[in-house]
């Protein structure tokens, strides 16, 4: 008892402290632009300066870099800061439309150019420098920045005096950081290091969107205190709770979040008064369970109206375990408009999404749906990609020369809640489709709705899918999105319908596995399709496909050389009678031309899928043929 009056003696001094200082060396700089008011019950964000609504859209941004043992966003870092790029990066999310940049302000772990001195107490005076100046080009491009803390920095003695409170009844990391004295003291100590140090060299608070205490709050659900089913522990607040009852657990937790932001708020607002205050959560695990096994404990439904946060930040994915109604419920916020709720990640993972197109589609179509749910502004995990060796990369906004940045500018979507139809050249959406069979719960139409979901036949080959295409558009290339498990051999055939013929565009053999793409590209584009029909013949696995995608392409004016067979015909590996035959093209079926070569015996030879002839004597052509490249076979 006497350690921890003590402790909060300590506490409540430097706090007092930190905010004299912060409010001597703030003198005039606050002038924050955007608050939050209440319209019709409806909490929402809005421009001071105009008057109008305020709907943050934009991006987190980080630059990942390897570092020894592993990866660390150094966007601030000393060594590696580049104010050109960053104003470069700003200026073009500014042209497109975006306000609001969520960075990281202390993920540089140690070293000389990190937050916290490498030796001594406190915050580098050179990083500091660098925030600083982030802070300006944003002002400078008019972006406004929701700075985060991502835990606190690893130099500067500020996990030392946080473990000073762990014990055998408090774990030594984020336990004890949330739930002691000493840990809230260190957690304000930081703070107030860093509110000072950016007001004494005149930072643009105004810059400034909002501060978040942290980039995702959770607790150990495996260590002490919550690991422990017996006796009381009294933590930060002077509260003394039960551990053998879980609703006293669960209300230490809560109220414990609860007292570390209402001090670290405190700390904030000495500095900056105006200031928006925020902390980033990912989802909790119940009602819906979604991370069995995970040792991090997350409660939000208690915070909406405990936390003095003027907003929350709440991160959901698409195409993973939740759907939107299951992130929300989770979250606690169902019918919730007392504070803002933005989506401060948001992002289209490569395993879910193994194309760009897919993942726009589908950010755009989880956006909009979001609306619904109380969701109030949106940003995109991440400008740049993150390497795919630390897990679940997702797409960054700039990959593909910018497909994200477009799809999800507001510049081209003004009202992300009625988003404008994305422009991907794919015949195949959302159009009629039918299948030899499926599971009831994995229907033909999953194969061409852009999202995660698959198509299963529930059965191993043969299966076929078949898409019907708009009649006005001619066919380019074709893109199979692969779901299968195991991987293994397997044989696909792509066959364009047209009238009463069977075309065929492609032919794959060879070992796929989840998530592989397999595409297709015709030399010219193919008119007249009225289907698209893809035939699987071996597996080992169930007939199932992510996504099936249809290309359009400009259509020439002699359009794609085919040709058809009227009746059956030898296809031979090479182009002479003298090669062996792997196959035959039946009566009424066809196939686009992909080369030429002359023969021994004197007759032109046509190259079709999947790299096999046939004599040009026996077939007949249509198309551009006079135009098909000479092949060296």
Not at 170 to 182: D, I, P, Q, W
Not at 413 to 422: E, R
Not at 450 to 468: D, E, L
Not at 517 to 546: D, F, K, Q
Request: aromatic residues 10%.
């Amino acid at each position: 008892m006497r350690d921890r009056t003590i402790a909060a003696l300590v506490l409540a001094l430097a706090a007092a402290a930190l905010l004299v200082a912060g409010r001597s060396a703030a003198q005039g700089t606050a002038r924050q632009r955007i608050a939050i008011r209440q319209v019709d019950g409806v909490a929402e964000f809005y421009d001071v300066a105009t008057g109008e609504r305020f709907v943050p859209r934009g991006v987190d941004y980080f630059w990942i870099v390897p570092v020894e043992g592993g990866f660390e966003d150094r966007v601030f870092g000393v060594d590696e800061y580049d104010a050109g790029r960053v104003r470069a990066d700003f200026a073009m999310l500014a042209a497109n439309g975006y306000n609001t940049v969520r960075m990281f302000l202390d993920t540089c772990s140690s070293g000389p150019g990190c937050m916290g001195r490498a030796t001594g107490e406190g915050l580098n005076p050179a990083y500091l420098d660098n925030i600083t100046e982030v802070m300006r080009i944003a002002r400078d491009e008019g972006l406004f920045l929701l700075l985060t803390s991502n835990d606190l920095p690893d130099q500067g003695g500020y996990w030392e005096l946080s473990n000073r409170g762990a014990n055998r009844f408090f774990e030594g990391y984020r336990n004890a950081h949330y739930l002691t004295s000493y840990g809230v003291l260190a957690a304000t100590r930081y703070w107030g290091d860093l509110m000072a140090g950016l007001a004494a060299r005149n930072a643009p608070f105004d810059a400034v969107l909002g501060w978040s205490l942290l980039n995702e709050q959770w607790y150990f659900n495996d260590q002490p205190p919550l690991s422990l089913m017996s006796g009381s522990v009294t933590t930060a607040n002077e509260r003394t709770y039960r551990l053998d009852d879980p609703a006293q657990k669960r209300r230490m937790l809560a109220e414990g979040i609860v007292h570390y932001i209402d001090e670290v708020r405190a700390v904030i607002k000495g500095a900056d008064p105006q200031a928006l205050i925020t902390m980033g959560f990912f989802h909790p695990d119940s009602p819906n369970p979604a991370r069995t096994g995970d040792f991090r404990y997350v409660d939000t439904a208690p915070l909406l109206n405990l936390a003095a946060l003027d907003f929350f930040d709440f991160h959901a994915y698409p195409g993973v375990e939740l759907d939107l109604p299951q992130y929300v419920e989770n979250f606690g916020m169902t019918g919730y408009q007392a504070r803002p709720v933005i989506m401060g990640e948001v992002g289209a993972f490569l395993a879910s999404y193994p194309t760009v197109e897919s993942a726009a589609r589908a950010l755009q179509s989880w956006i909009a749906e979001s609306c619904g749910y109380g969701f109030d502004g949106w940003l995109y995990w991440g400008y740049y990609r993150a390497p795919e060796a630390i897990g679940d990369a997702s797409w960054g906004l700039v990959d593909e020369n910018g497909v994200l940045m477009s799809a999800l500018a507001p510049a081209n979507q003004p009202d992300p809640c009625a988003p404008v139809p994305l422009e991907t050249g794919n015949i195949a959406f959302g159009q009629p489709v039918t299948a030899s069979r499926a599971l009831p719960d994995e229907p033909p139409e999953n194969a061409v709705d852009g999202g995660p979901a698959q198509w299963g036949s529930g059965a191993h080959p043969p299966q076929w899918i078949t898409i019907t295409l708009p009649p006005e558009e001619a066919v380019g290339a074709v893109r199979l999105q692969v779901a299968q498990w195991p991987a293994g051999e397997t044989q696909h055939r792509v066959w364009a319908l047209r009238d009463d013929a069977e075309i065929l565009l492609a032919e794959f053999r060879g070992v796929t596995a989840e998530g592989d793409v397999l595409e297709a590209a015709l030399p010219v584009a193919l008119s007249g399709v009225a289907a698209i029909r893809v035939e699987t013949l071996e597996s080992p696995s169930w007939v199932s496909w992510r996504e099936i995608e249809v290309l359009s392409g400009l259509q020439a004016a002699s359009g794609a050389c085919v040709v058809m067979s009227p009746g059956a015909v030898n296809l031979r590996t090479g182009p002479g009678t003298e090669f062996e035959s792997p196959g035959k093209l039946s009566a009424g079926q066809g196939a686009v031309v992909t080369g030429q070569a002359a023969g021994a015996d004197g007759f032109v030879w046509w190259q079709v899928p999947p790299g096999v002839w046939v004599r040009s004597d026996v077939v007949n052509t249509s198309g551009g043929c006079e135009g098909v490249p000479v092949v060296n076979p």
